[in-house]
């Protein structure tokens, strides 16, 4: 057989014996899913996904996201096919340690992912994310003759990205934002892991995306590869043309190929079975032995070259671009990179010296809104937000400008409004952060981080540095009550690992806390280093500054430091945020009666733990009781004090009061760390 008798359903059939081969051995995984998209792969990966194996970070690139990551041997496969350094012992190793074909795709572990899914919705999330960036970068960049900044972003989803709410949340906004290169095929075979989705899922998803404002194409027969390629073109061409992103809907059928578990869910999250694989070989006339393909087959699924020539025609424009407009490429470049400007370290200790000059009494909030417009004339990526609470974070900043969109297109800002979708903000800020060019960061209550947990945390698997800026920090909030007052979260974001949390007491700890967040490092495409998110706690009322000596300004950025000290002190309070200025009174009243301590601050629990144990150990003093001090539940802190120390907190939700009030009632007061300490030093 020759390449051009090859047809694409063989083309498609190789993505299933590949598909069925490896979730048999690996005992465990998903074939229904790749079985049943296998001509859609095809479709896209061959006909339309602008790509170059060879060189899987190339920038212009199209970006393909499989938000039903279950399915992940669909995109094995067709990154083995297509000619990427996905060699076939890899997918023999299918779900095994250490190999490069996880049970759910990982971005950094396999060449051509994009972004780690798997909890579905948050890919289709991360594409709207992904889409935005590109549209974003191309109004900053692309001149006449010079789009160098022009690629789709395409995404797989299923049945259960759809039921999830953070799949209304995104495509709400990606309809108003009119992302009109973001494609979306719906993988609709009406099968999830319990049965029928008719049971539980009735929506009209036509009139659904329609109504966000998408253009919608029908009843596509996703078995049929020309169907879909036509779609796909239309989705192109209208789609793009209208300013509206495009979803696709393909009807498919579960496990296609399988004679006896095509159409159920049993096909969903088991491997078929030995008698069952040689059914379906026989059905599908595939004689060939597990994990081989034919040559011909190979041949016409291979991508590199055409994928070559794009990249090559791409860089013949960007040296025309860099040529005409040389300080733009550089600057794209740079931002793409991740790199920081020239000279940035000492841009950042010239604004923490003017900072500490001020000495300003600030709402941390406020005084994280004075730092990012000093850092947004410095750095153009950052691109900041907020989930309908701008004036309550303080994310904007004088002339940042609103990203708006309108019939014709979207236009440039660097404020997004993400209106009331926390989850969908965060997941939409990994996206951004995935794509490259922008350093993204958005704000919300603190309280309501619930609502964003799991894409902080999947930023945090991905070492993606994104910032979220999280107000209203504790019951300092007062009257809005339990519901919007934070006990439990600043100890719950702090035992998510790579996620960086900082909690300031005022302007100088605010400003080394933004410092870090930006110099954290960038992780992208295989290109994955030791960075992550950071989160920021930051106060709504304000808060005294804190005078420091040189050496006491320089070691803020450790995470903790003593911040102020008596002579033999007798026991270490420790404090974070707003308690920072509890704990520096109780010191004053512990040394009328003749007891001397030092004072901790430690804004940064994670970044305290990496230092090296003398310098802990110097801070925390050997030998001496401990007291820490923080306006939520008090578990935490015990790795800190241990157990013959104590933790001044609050185990239980808050009340509606005016906050002085509150920090009375609840035992938040200077009198109570200094009877703790007294305590601890009698025991």
């Known amino acids: 057989m020759s390449t051009s008798d090859v047809t694409p359903t063989q083309m498609a059939n190789a993505i299933r014996a590949l598909s069925m081969d490896a979730v048999q051995k690996a005992k465990s995984g998903h074939p229904g899913a790749p079985m049943g998209m296998a001509e859609m792969a095809v479709s896209l990966f061959t006909e339309h996904l602008k790509h170059n194996p060879v060189d899987p970070d190339w920038f212009?690139?199209?970006?393909?996201?499989?938000?039903?990551?279950?399915?992940?041997?669909?995109?094995?496969?067709?990154?083995?096919?297509?000619?990427?350094?996905?060699?076939?012992?890899?997918?023999?190793?299918?779900?095994?340690?250490?190999?490069?074909?996880?049970?759910?795709?990982?971005?950094?572990?396999?060449?051509?992912?994009?972004?780690?899914?798997?909890?579905?919705?948050?890919?289709?999330?991360?594409?709207?994310?992904?889409?935005?960036?590109?549209?974003?970068?191309?109004?900053?960049?692309?001149?006449?003759?010079?789009?160098?900044?022009?690629?789709?972003?395409?995404?797989?989803?299923?049945?259960?990205?759809?039921?999830?709410?953070?799949?209304?949340?995104?495509?709400?906004?990606?309809?108003?934002?009119?992302?009109?290169?973001?494609?979306?095929?719906?993988?609709?075979?009406?099968?999830?892991?319990?049965?029928?989705?008719?049971?539980?899922?009735?929506?009209?998803?036509?009139?659904?995306?329609?109504?966000?404002?998408?253009?919608?194409?029908?009843?596509?027969?996703?078995?049929?590869?020309?169907?879909?390629?036509?779609?796909?073109?239309?989705?192109?061409t209208d789609g793009q043309?209208?300013?509206?992103?495009?979803?696709?809907?393909?009807?498919?059928?579960?496990?296609?190929?399988?004679?006896?578990?095509?159409?159920?869910?049993?096909?969903?999250?088991?491997?078929?079975?030995?008698?069952?694989?040689?059914?379906?070989?026989?059905?599908?006339?595939?004689?060939?032995?597990?994990?081989?393909?034919?040559?011909?087959?190979?041949?016409?699924?291979?991508?590199?070259?055409?994928?070559?020539?794009?990249?090559?025609?791409?860089?013949?424009?960007?040296?025309?671009?860099?040529?005409a407009h040389p300080e733009l490429a550089a600057e794209l470049t740079r931002r793409l990179r991740g790199d920081l400007p020239e000279d940035f370290s000492a841009t950042l200790q010239t604004m923490l010296d003017d900072i500490n000059t001020q000495a300003q009494t600030l709402a941390t909030r406020k005084a994280s809104q004075m730092v990012l417009g000093q850092l947004a004339k410095e750095l153009p990526e950052m691109l900041g937000g907020s989930a309908d609470l701008t004036g309550s974070n303080f994310t904007d900043w004088p002339d940042c400008g609103a990203v708006r969109a309108d019939a014709n297109g979207l236009s440039f800002g660097r404020h997004?409004?993400?209106?009331?979708?926390?989850?969908?903000?965060?997941?939409?800020?990994?996206?951004?952060?995935?794509?490259?060019?922008?350093l993204p960061f958005g704000g919300t209550f603190l309280v309501f981080s619930d609502y964003s947990r799991n894409a902080i945390r999947m930023a945090a698997l991905m070492k993606q540095r994104v910032v979220h800026v999280l107000t209203h920090d504790s019951i300092g909030l007062g009257e809005d009550g339990p519901t919007h007052?934070?006990?439990?979260?600043?100890?719950?974001?702090?035992?998510?690992?790579?996620?960086?949390?900082?909690?300031?007491?005022?302007?100088?700890?605010?400003?080394?806390?933004?410092?870090?967040?930006?110099?954290?490092?960038?992780?992208?495409?295989?290109?994955?280093?030791?960075?992550?998110?950071?989160?920021?706690?930051?106060?709504?009322?304000?808060?005294p500054f804190v005078e420091r000596d040189a050496q006491t300004l320089?070691?803020?950025?450790?995470?903790?430091?003593?911040?102020?000290?008596?002579?033999?002190?007798?026991?270490?309070?420790?404090?974070?945020?707003?308690?920072?200025?509890?704990?520096?009174?109780?010191?004053d009243?512990?040394?009328?009666?003749?007891?001397?301590?030092?004072?901790?601050?430690?804004?940064?629990?994670?970044?305290?733990?990496?230092?090296?144990?003398?310098y802990r150990q110097q801070v925390l003093g050997v030998g001496l009781p401990r007291v820490a001090v923080e306006a939520g539940v008090r578990d935490f802190w015990f790795k800190y004090v241990g157990l013959e120390g104590a933790v001044v907190g609050i185990d239980r939700f808050g009340e509606s009061a005016p906050a002085a009030e509150l920090f009375q009632y609840f035992g938040m007061t200077a009198q109570a760390v200094a009877d703790a300490v007294k305590q601890v030093i009698s025991n």
Not at 75 to 90: R, S, T, V
Request: aromatic share 8%; glycine share 10%; net charge negative.
């Open 60 to 236: 212009d690139r199209d970006r393909f996201v499989l938000s039903n990551g279950h399915g992940s041997m669909l995109m094995y496969a067709c990154l083995h096919l297509a000619g990427y350094d996905l060699p076939m012992d890899e997918l023999r190793q299918f779900r095994q340690l250490h190999s490069r074909t996880p049970g759910h795709p990982e971005v950094g572990y396999t060449p051509g992912v994009e972004t780690t899914t798997g909890p579905l919705g948050q890919g289709l999330a991360n594409a709207v994310g992904l889409a935005l960036a590109e549209a974003l970068l191309a109004k900053e960049f692309n001149r006449d003759d010079f789009p160098v900044v022009d690629h789709h972003t395409y995404a797989f989803i299923g049945d259960g990205c759809l039921m999830e709410g953070v799949s209304h949340e995104v495509c709400s906004l990606a309809g108003t934002l009119s992302l009109g290169k973001l494609i979306v095929l719906y993988d609709d075979n009406g099968i999830s892991i319990d049965g029928q989705v008719e049971f539980w899922f009735k929506d009209d998803t036509a009139r659904r995306f329609e109504a966000y404002g998408w253009n919608v194409i029908r009843d596509v027969d996703g078995h049929d590869v020309q169907a879909v390629n036509a779609a796909i073109e239309a989705a192109k």
């Open 241 to 323: 043309a209208q300013n509206k992103p495009t979803l696709i809907i393909c009807k498919t059928v579960i496990g296609k190929g399988s004679p006896g578990m095509a159409g159920s869910e049993k096909v969903h999250g088991s491997p078929l079975g030995d008698e069952e694989i040689a059914a379906t070989r026989e059905a599908l006339n595939w004689p060939d032995a597990p994990f081989e393909i034919p040559q011909a087959i190979a041949q016409a699924w291979d991508c590199r070259a055409k994928g070559q020539a794009s990249q090559k025609a791409w860089q013949a424009m960007f040296e025309g671009y860099s040529a």
């Open 416 to 438: 997004i409004n993400y209106g009331v979708r926390e989850f969908g903000m965060s997941a939409i800020m990994n996206g951004i952060a995935l794509h490259g060019g922008y």
């Open 485 to 543: 007052q934070p006990i439990e979260h600043a100890a719950s974001l702090r035992l998510i690992p790579n996620l960086s949390v900082w909690r300031p007491c005022d302007t100088v700890e605010t400003a080394v806390a933004w410092q870090t967040a930006v110099q954290r490092p960038v992780s992208r495409g295989m290109q994955v280093r030791d960075g992550g998110p950071t989160a920021l706690l930051l106060s709504r009322q304000n808060l």
């Open 554 to 587: 320089q070691n803020v950025s450790r995470g903790g430091y003593v911040l102020a000290e008596d002579a033999q002190a007798s026991a270490t309070i420790i404090a974070t945020g707003s308690e920072v200025e509890i704990a520096l009174q109780a010191r």
């Open 589 to 614: 009243a512990l040394a009328k009666e003749g007891v001397a301590v030092r004072v901790v601050s430690m804004p940064s629990t994670d970044v305290f733990d990496q230092q090296d144990l003398a």
